[in-house]
């Protein structure tokens, strides 16, 4: 979200070591990276990760704020520290929590304000909720909203007031930051197109991989049409239904992506190694294009060939 204690004593320390020899882990392990943190649900927040300017949508175009958000503890927490240019600051932590099946954040300030929300995606956004105490003891709700968008990652946030109606809480767009730099001066430090396009067709790799069908409802033209190397040609509705099913191929590396940016039109010509779920290895070939439409990328067509071994 944006906009104490002390460190453990030596005899906790000491029962945690006994712990890990009585169960038979030796540290080298413990240092490894857990494998259930490489699942795609995982991962999902991924586009969060960065180094962003934050500002106020609709409000002056110099930064409000600055955002930090790396992986951390394997890859298996998001840990996002926020800079206010009013000095506030805060930091969270984002962990999906695979036992319960929910997306989890626990939010701390400087101003000693606690949150902990939860949620799930749907399609391309994350939505998480809970309770938020005032210091008269007033419970209040607090939602917020992380979608990505062409230039960056947008999140919002609506409060109810002790059970009241929800209400705008605040609107906030981060953008890439300057490497190097002080805070931007101008919302106008952004990606270009082929950084933009580059991106979204590895997540369409990726969504396609994961049979993520909210990816493709959010970045998919109502128009698009889908020539698969068979000849079978899907309109959008069919690609959906077919994205929905898991996919014969278990990997898929992309090999020479050549982007090419004509105004509003990209294409996206690539290759691709791949390993079918039985074990045997194809290629293959492929062009789409994207068209900018009220100021997003969406892909309008996708056309695939197979390549003979």
């Known amino acids: 979200m944006s906009a104490g204690g002390g460190r453990p004593g030596a005899p906790v320390l000491a029962f945690a070591a006994a712990l890990i020899v ?6 080298a392990r413990a240092a490894e990276k857990p494998a259930a943190c490489d699942t795609p649900e995982r991962r999902r927040l991924d586009f969060w990760i960065g180094n962003w300017d934050a500002f106020d949508v609709g409000g002056p175009k110099t930064p409000s704020g600055r955002a930090r958000v790396e992986p951390i503890l394997g890859g298996c927490v998001l840990h996002e520290i926020y800079e206010g240019a009013d000095g ?15 997306w989890h954040q626990t939010w701390v300030t400087d101003r000693g304000r606690l949150l902990t929300i939860e949620g799930r995606f749907e399609g391309g956004a994350l939505t998480l909720e809970g309770p938020q105490y005032a210091d008269d003891g007033r419970r209040d709700s607090i939602r917020g909203t992380w979608k990505r968008e062409d230039r960056g990652v947008r999140e919002t946030a609506e409060i109810s007031e002790g059970g009241g109606a929800w209400r705008p809480l605040f609107d906030i767009l981060f953008l890439p ?4 730099g002080a805070m931007a001066g101008s919302a106008e430090n952004v990606p270009d197109a082929r950084e933009t ?5 590895r997540e369409y790799i990726d969504a396609f991989l994961a049979s993520d069908v909210g990816w493709y409802r959010d970045h998919l033209a109502d128009e698009f049409v ?7 040609v899907l ?3 069919a ?5 929905a099913k898991a996919p014969a191929v278990a990997d ?5 992506v050549r982007v090419r940016v004509l105004g509003d039109v990209a294409l996206v010509h690539a290759t691709g190694a791949f390993t079918r779920r039985d074990g045997t290895k194809g290629r293959s070939r492929y062009t789409d294009v994207y068209k900018r439409m009220d100021g997003s990328w969406k892909a309008i067509s996708a056309q695939i060939t197979r390549v003979a071994d």
């Open 22 to 27: 009585a169960a038979g882990i030796a540290p």
């Open 88 to 102: 506030h600051a805060g930091e969270s932590f984002t962990v999906w929590d695979a036992g319960r099946r929910v």
């Open 177 to 180: 930051h300057p490497e190097g």
């Open 197 to 201: 396009i580059t991106r979204l067709n």
């Open 226 to 232: 889908c020539i698969e190397s068979d000849g079978t």
């Open 235 to 237: 309109d959008r509705e």
């Open 239 to 243: 690609f959906l239904l077919d994205a």
């Open 252 to 256: 898929y590396a992309l090999k020479d």
